[in-house]
């Protein structure tokens, strides 16, 4: 009897620790947790492995996203520091747990760290516009918003131009700058921080360009030493020493456009051109214009080896040009009148009697004739003038009676030299019958 008691006494005692010990498959030993919780960017993130009723933990192991994170032989807690939105993951832990009279490794269920944005990044503002125009006003705003589970906190700003602190932290999300000029071009950004927190966060950069307006632009003409003939080549430079960029440059012959170029960073620009002939003489002139004003240059006059630019004829001197080819003409008129006269001269005899009167009233010249006159004026060479009325037409032919000239005027036109006729036979003579009717008047060939 007492043996049998004996052979069943250590069954029975393993048969009880078995009952005590648990199963490791299905009972949850471990677990994690992470505080505070909701958690915010600049929270003291902490992590605590943990097991069931408070068992002893020894070998912890942090990890998150799958990964291992860190390892303490008894600590099992860990600090994280300040959370930052790269914080956010899935964590989990394992141990070893004691449970007398063993232990064993086990892991908890994984934990999700939400950290929420305690305000977004900031932006900034150029108001009313980022490309001002010089002289304005110009306003920076740099804009974000607390979380309103935390809208308790005061938000500190600074503004920050091309490495330089404009302003530093204070409660003012804008800066003002009055009567901006080109200097104040540049990038601008701004910065954000809770008061007393370790968040700070930076806006993107911001251009600024303040539009300043072109100067008068000065032209300089390159063509050699000596002024240029066809086939020469000539350089325009144009440039306006102040003024927003881009500038267009724009070259003009009189007013006429013969190229343009445009200068993103501003500066000087040129125009190569050849010379192709005398119309590309002329006043030069370029223009430089950007997004505020336009400009243009001072004229320079571009003249050509062996040519002269005529300006266009104004009423002062328009007859300047043909008047030599008016007295041309004359001078040819003249002479053939000469070479006309002289050949008149000899067509016949002096008249012997008047020819008859137009018929009443006054009489004016109508014709005239050239006689040599032979006998004892042999040498003198006359002119007759016939007269008629001017009357004549509107009188009946009863009025006319049959009357007739009496006013013929005989004048001298040239003598003989004395080599050709004594001084004895040269007769001058002028003689006028005229008579009283009326006025007329007597025009001497």
Known sequence: MNVAIFRTGPMLLWTAVLLFVPCVGKTVWLYLQAWPNPVFEGDALTLRCQGLKNTPLSQVKFYRDGKFLHFSKENQTLSMGAATVQSRGQYSCSGQVMYIPQSFTQTSETAMVQVQELFPPPVLNAVPSPEPREGSLVTLRCQTKLNPLRSALRLLFSFHKDGHTLQDRGPHPELCIPGVNERDSGLYWCEVAPEGGQVQKQSPQLEVRVQAPVSRPVLTLHHGPADPAV???????????????????????????????????????????????????????????????????????????????????????????????????????????????????????????????????????????????????????????????????????????????????????????????????????????????????????
């Open 231 to 445: 086939g020469d080549m000539v350089q325009l430079l144009c440039e306006a020493q102040r003024g927003s960029p881009p500038i267009l440059y724009s070259f003009y012959l009189d007013e006429k456009i013969v190229g343009n170029h445009s200068a993103p960073s501003g500066g000087t620009t040129s125009l190569l051109f050849p010379v192709k002939s005398e119309q590309d003489a002329g006043n030069y002139s370029c223009e430089a214009e950007n997004n505020v004003s336009r400009e243009r240059s001072e004229p320079k006059k571009l003249s050509l080896k062996g040519s002269q630019v005529l300006s266009t004829p104004t009423s002062s001197n328009w007859l300047v040009p043909w008047l030599p080819v008016s007295l041309l003409g004359l001078m040819v008129i003249a002479a053939t009148l000469l070479v006309y006269l002289r050949s008149w001269r000899k067509a016949g005899p002096l008249p012997s009697q008047i020819p008859p009167t137009a018929p009443g009233g006054e009489q004016c010249p109508l014709y005239a004739n050239v006689h040599h006159q032979k006998g004892k004026d042999e040498g003198v060479v006359y002119s007759v003038v016939h007269r008629t009325s001017k009357r004549s037409e509107a009188r009946p032919a009863e009025f006319t009676g049959g009357r007739k000239d009496s006013s013929i005027i005989y004048a001298e036109v040239r003598c003989l030299q004395p080599s050709e006729v004594s001084s004895k036979e040269v007769n001058m003579r002028s003689r006028t019958l005229q008579e009283p009717l009326g006025d007329c008047e007597e025009v001497l060939c």
